[in-house]
């Protein structure tokens, strides 16, 4: 199996350059075996894919992570899980945004350093609903202060667009990474936060690059899905395909990344991943899965290299497609929007 590749995103801490994804365990994309997901994060840790990502909101996702941190080093000693990090998230409420306080924050943070069942947070991604409230900034400060604290190692962003990152960094918060959406579907970070981000020293984690499953052999010359689609991901990555230009354009994608894929002899999942992380500033791509049998074909991606004659082939099919309006995120943030109303906002207080 190819040997997995790490990159530092700041002095003394690095990462493995694929990240396994939590959402997909948090219940949304059907049932999950709690003892077979703990056991597939010691499959993905010790494959060398030994970054987590997660959230406060993903319900049930930190704590099933803390039970395999305890479970791990039992049975494998204390030092088994040195290179570990764990990513999660601080998203509070929409509805919060306005009365959200000091204490609310350290309580938030507690909790996570409780399910985590760790004394520090490796890394914090933060996360703001709504920038019409703008308290984003007042907020980060507490979480500043928490880092100062020593409850918090690393603070970094969440879907946050070029602006409001450079007020973040304005404002003395040392962001070491920005988690975005990057996909062949979705570049939007390439239009302005990849070159603020390497003026800065803040690194690209990416999620969606297969666009929950639509960039895969599953849907060549598969007739365009309705209302009726299987879970959350799709839901949302359909909106994208449709933004990207339809369902005509993105088969004509699948037939190119198909070509390619036989061409290196993995699959077309694999080469879409690996053009995400190809792009400029990004550090690692955030895979999403419920199971491990996908583990092979994730550590196929660091071992592929697109040539000049792939990436012109992909080109040419993007040539023929519709940017996404706008920076990072923010078709997302009309909440009574296409985009914005299929997302779940109050997810924290019942988290």
């Known amino acids: 199996m190819t040997q997995m590749q790490r990159i530092e995103l700041a002095p003394g801490y690095s990462v493995s350059r694929i990240i396994k994804g939590g959402w997909q365990l948090a219940g949304d994309h059907g049932s999950v075996d709690r003892a077979t997901a703990i056991a597939d994060m010691g499959a993905y840790y010790e494959a060398g894919m030994t970054a987590f990502d997660c959230a406060d909101i993903y319900t049930g996702v930190e704590e099933m992570i803390g039970e395999f941190r305890a479970d791990y080093r039992k049975r494998r000693g204390a030092e088994s899980l040195a290179q570990l990090k764990i990513h999660t998230k601080f998203v509070p409420d929409l509805s919060s945004l306005r009365t959200i306080d000091r204490k609310l924050v350290e309580q938030t943070i507690d909790r996570s350093l409780s399910r985590l069942r760790v004394e520090r947070l490796d890394l914090v991604q933060f996360h703001w609903w709504d920038y019409s409230v703008p308290r984003y900034l007042e907020v980060a400060q507490w979480l500043l202060e928490l880092q100062r604290a020593g409850k918090i190692d690393r603070l970094s962003g969440t879907n946050f667009d070029t602006q409001r990152t450079q007020e973040l960094i304005e404002s003395g918060v040392q962001l070491t990474s920005m988690q975005v959406q990057y996909s062949l579907l979705d570049r939007r970070p390439a239009k302005k936060l990849s070159a603020y981000a390497r003026e800065h020293g803040i690194h690209l984690l990416c999620y969606g690059t297969v666009a929950g499953g639509f960039l895969s052999n599953r849907w060549l010359g598969a007739p365009e899905p309705g209302r009726d689609i299987a879970n959350r991901s799709l839901i949302k990555y359909k909106l994208i395909i449709d933004d990207?230009?339809?369902?005509?354009?993105?088969?004509?994608?699948?037939?190119?990344?198909?070509?390619?894929?036989?061409?290196?002899?993995?699959?077309?999942?694999?080469?879409?991943?690996?053009?995400?992380?190809?792009?400029?500033?990004?550090?690692?791509?955030i895979v999403g899965v419920r199971r491990a049998d996908h583990l092979p074909e994730h550590m196929k991606v660091l071992s592929v290299a697109l040539d000049a004659e792939d990436r012109a082939a992909i080109e040419q099919v993007l040539a023929r497609s519709t940017a996404i309006e706008g920076d990072v995120y923010s078709v997302e943030r009309d909440i009574h929007g296409r985009h914005g109303n299929i997302m779940k906002y109050e997810l924290n207080g019942a988290a």
């Open 244 to 285: 990207f230009g339809g369902w005509e354009v993105f088969q004509t994608l699948l037939r190119t990344l198909e070509n390619i894929a036989g061409k290196h002899g993995v699959s077309m999942s694999t080469i879409a991943t690996r053009w995400v992380l190809d792009q400029p500033q990004v550090a690692a791509a």
